[in-house]
């Protein structure tokens, strides 16, 4: 089921996570239960080495009451209740002798009287230790105290009833250590599957957009976590993709279209001159018209390589000083017989030198393009000026005309490529001139805009910045 052996599973970060989990929960809980048997175990040894300080104090009681006899005969009988092999008891004299025993024939491991005086010299207290060899099944506690009058009271006492109540612990917790290491592992799983849901639905929504589904989205969780803003961003990221796609598809409608019309007009001019068996000077203005249709599709082609290129940035460009003035003067004096065969006033404004670094040649036909627009989209009798002005660090050039204007929901949309509003269907154009315009502005460091009232006339804005020496 969880754990079914397929590849994906084994690789997965859910699987992974989990391990993870289980063994950061394992290290925790074998932590834990070493410090709660550590305690156990030193509460359980208190408690004996308590009752061990108790019995001292008794028997120290009963040797001042009633002497040696009276001791001899109340230890006797604890060791009968008790057994030999669990306790027992004797007397040391100060010169090392034995004054009392009980039954040592289980206790040969115990220390010779010679090192248990040793250790006592000095002390009233009692000394307790534990006691360990390969002989004995559990360990002891043995403890020395002073009767008094040069005496020493020596107990030795099993830890069998002591290990069985840490050998408990330690089968309880074998027990339930497994258990909650497989509870945690199964938690941690689900936890792990459900943090990733999200993941997973992103995925998915890619393998379906992989395969074309384009208007796949990921569902959201508006919780504001993490996945959830990965899915915002995901969805967003595709909502820009499909705009683009669907621009591109808009575009390449548009080349086609733009291509076919010259196209077909080449083909028709062919065609009738080969049906028409005209003679050779006939086909004179047939080669004229074919070059004309050639050029403008050449034409074409390369205004959209330049906007490729231009908006790729500089780098291959080639950068010079370049005074603004004589751009905006040397366009105006090129359009002005234009302007006059439309009776339209064109009013040129850059008195002062402004030098910029930037690309001469893509420039004049930036310009050229606002010039050329202004006089084309502005009726007889209407009028165009062109405006050099210098802010802090920038410079600005506008092109006004009290021409057509743009439409509202136009304006937006002039600066794409292959846009042409409706109503200037009937000019000549290609709907390429503003985007080159555009990608040449941005290449500049610089920025272009428009304000337009459709029937009042347009301005294009453009700000160019200046280089430090230029200020
Ligand atoms: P076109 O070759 O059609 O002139 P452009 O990219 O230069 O292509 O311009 C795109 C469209 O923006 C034009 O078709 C026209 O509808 C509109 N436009 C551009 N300049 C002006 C202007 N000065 N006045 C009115 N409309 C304009």
Redesign the pocket.
């Known amino acids: 089921m969880f754990f079914a052996p397929n590849p994906e599973n084994r690789s997965s970060l859910a699987l992974r996570l989990t391990i993870w989990y289980t063994a950061i929960f394992a290290l925790a809980a074998a932590i834990v239960f070493a410090s709660c048997y550590f305690i156990i175990a030193s509460v359980v040894q208190q408690r004996t080495d308590d009752g061990l300080r108790e019995d001292i104090d008794e028997l120290r009681d009963l040797y001042h009451a009633e002497g040696l006899a009276g001791l001899k005969e109340e230890l006797d009988a604890e060791v009968a209740s008790d057994g030999k092999e669990k306790v027992f008891y004797r007397v040391i004299r100060m010169d090392g002798r034995i004054a009392l025993t009980t039954d040592m024939s289980a206790w040969r491991d115990v220390p010779t009287q010679r090192e248990v005086l040793e250790r006592l010299k000095a002390r009233t207290l009692p000394v307790i230790e534990t006691l360990s060899s390969p002989d004995r099944e559990y360990p002891a506690r043995i403890a020395y105290g002073r009767l008094g009058a040069g005496d020493i009271l020596q107990i030795g006492e099993s830890l069998e009833e002591d290990d069985a109540v840490l050998a408990a612990v330690r089968s309880s917790f074998a027990v339930t250590v497994p258990a909650i290491l497989a509870i945690a592992g199964l938690l941690g799983w689900f936890m792990a599957r459900k943090a990733l849901h999200g993941v997973v639905e992103v995925t998915e929504a890619a393998i379906d957009i992989s395969k074309g589904d384009l208007a796949r989205r990921v569902p959201r969780t508006r919780r504001g976590d993490e996945v959830d803003r990965l899915a915002a961003t995901f969805n967003n990221m595709l909502d820009r993709i499909q705009t683009l796609i669907t621009g591109m598809r808009e575009m390449t409608d548009n080349i086609a279209h733009d291509l076919r019309s010259p196209l077909a007009r080449i083909r028709a001019v062919a065609e009738s001159a080969l049906t028409a068996n005209p003679s050779v000077s006939d086909y004179r203005p047939v080669a004229a018209d074919t070059i004309e249709e050639c050029d403008r599709l050449m034409h074409l082609i390369n205004t959209m390589l330049d906007i490729t290129e231009t908006e790729a940035g500089m780098t291959d460009i080639t950068v010079e000083p370049v005074d603004l003035r004589e751009v905006i003067n040397d366009a105006c004096e090129l359009f002005e017989p234009l302007a006059e065969d439309k009776h339209i006033t064109l009013s040129c404004s850059a008195d002062q030198p402004t030098i910029i670094h930037g690309n001469r040649h893509l420039l004049q036909r930036m310009l050229a393009?606002l010039i050329d627009?202004?006089l084309?989209?502005?009726p007889r009798g209407g009028s165009v000026s062109v405006v050099l002005a210098r802010e802090s660090g920038k410079v600005s050039v506008s092109v006004r005309?009290n021409?057509?204007?743009?439409a509202r929901e136009?304006v937006d949309k002039?600066f794409e490529r292959f846009?042409?509003?409706d109503?200037?269907r009937s000019?000549a154009?290609?709907?390429?001139?503003?985007?080159l315009a555009r990608a040449v502005v941005r290449a500049h460091g610089g920025d272009i805009s428009v304000q337009?009232h459709k029937g009042e006339g347009?301005r294009?804005s453009i700000v160019l910045p200046l280089t430090d020496e230029d200020h």
């Open positions: 393009n627009n202004a084309k989209y502005t005309d021409g057509i204007g743009i136009d002039i846009y042409r509003c109503q200037s000019e154009g290609s709907g390429l001139g503003l985007s337009s347009s294009f």
